[in-house]
């Protein structure tokens, strides 16, 4: 067990709604990375946010977006979802000073 | 051409034999370099973390980086049957350094199945 938990374990949703994906990372660590995996694609970084700001973009669609809240926890938002959305979702966690990534277990969105 | 370049198999082997996992990449700024073990439907666990070139050894397991051919490997000495999974190859540019809050987002290779028979 990673130390990274994310909710739920499986979606299933359909085209043009909206969907949010919850992670609450280690216990210290300030960092929280947001990663898509799909067949085609790989494992793709989306998102970074440190300490409740937003520190890097990677290929995050302009319908996606993510926040961190002050107890830490991290929620991406997905909008307007398409087929092609469908992926496992995965957070990571480092703490400051070691840019180690403990990822949790993932999200399986399905978009029907 | 994608920035990091990986075999996706499957890498099929007979227990006990010595596995080899490669990738290579095209960014020459990559200064960190990871290995991810992978099982079906869950998380990346992180096997090896290693800065620039040289090798490093854990039990098992040895990571070797070329940066001059911009070539990493995975070796794994006396496979075992629950070592049959998928490793992924990630790296970074040095960014932040070691310190939090810099932009760190991993890019990674796509992945090697591996199959250990017993």
């Known amino acids: 067990d990673s130390g990274v938990t994310q909710t739920p374990k499986h979606l299933i949703t359909a085209t043009g709604q909206r969907v949010t994906l919850r992670c609450s990372p280690r216990s210290g660590d300030l960092s929280v990375y947001w990663y898509q995996q799909s067949l085609d694609q790989g494992l793709q970084f989306l998102i970074q946010?440190?300490?409740?700001?937003?520190?890097a973009k990677g290929n995050i669609l302009e319908r996606f977006s993510a926040q961190q809240f002050p107890d830490l926890h991290s929620e991406l938002n997905l909008s307007s979802l398409e087929l092609g959305d469908s992926a496992l979702y995965f957070c990571?966690?480092?703490?400051?000073?070691?840019?180690?990534?403990?990822f949790g277990a993932g999200t399986r969105l399905s978009v029907l | 051409q994608k920035e990091v370049e990986q075999d996706p198999g499957p890498l099929s082997v007979p227990e006990g034999a010595i596995v080899s996992l490669n990738c290579t990449y095209s960014n020459s700024a990559f200064q960190y370099f990871m290995w991810y073990r992978q099982y079906s439907r869950k998380g990346p666990e992180l096997l090896m973390y290693?800065?620039?070139?040289g090798n490093k050894e854990d039990g098992r397991f040895t990571a070797q980086v070329d940066k001059s051919s911009k070539y990493i490997s995975l070796f794994i000495r006396d496979s075992q049957p629950s070592d049959s999974a998928t490793y992924l190859c990630a790296m970074r540019d040095a960014g932040a350094g070691d310190s939090g809050g810099g932009a760190d987002g991993l890019t990674f290779g796509k992945g090697t199945h591996l199959i250990i028979q017993p």
């Open positions: 946010y440190y300490n409740g700001e937003e520190r």
């Open positions: 990571a966690s480092s703490v400051v000073g070691k840019n180690i990534q403990y």
């Open positions: 290693t800065y620039s070139s």
